[in-house]
């Protein structure tokens, strides 16, 4: 299973309350592991690499928001503030600091932020390398 894959598993798995331990539990011990970030393995044709691939967001609990990252915002590594507002009748933001993007950037780590409050609520927004 990759690594965006187990995320967006354990985003659902939280927005429909089930505890995220039955799902790391019930892992095989026989499946492929994640692929790390060592950009030396020259094994793994599937490495995530935000600068190369560009990325994948999950917003948690989410009703039509969306969020795009360019791989040129992680490039900069300058920090910004997206509008997440998509087709949802409101709008939310979301803030990634320079050293969020230099972790996306340099380590191929994934990051989890959360939005502004609108609308009684917030999301919780995960970027990971594509």
């Known amino acids: 299973m990759k690594r965006k894959d187990f995320i967006n598993r354990i985003a659902a798995f939280a927005f429909l309350g089930i505890p995220v331990i039955s799902l790391t539990s019930s892992c095989s011990k026989e499946e492929t592991p994640a692929p790390t970030s060592n950009n030396n393995n020259t094994n793994n044709q599937t490495q995530e690499d935000c600068l190369a691939n560009g990325t994948n967001t999950s917003i948690g609990s989410n009703h039509g928001h969306t969020l795009t990252v360019s791989k040129d915002d992680v490039n900069a590594a ?11 009748a409101h709008d939310h933001s979301v803030t990634i ?24 609520h917030s999301h919780s927004v995960t970027v990971t390398c594509a």
């Open 97 to 120: 600091s320079s050293a969020q993007f230099a972790s996306l950037k340099n380590d191929n780590n994934s990051i989890t932020v959360s939005s502004t409050s609108s609308s009684g």
């Open 78 to 88: 300058v920090e910004k503030t997206y509008s997440i507002k998509g087709s949802s």
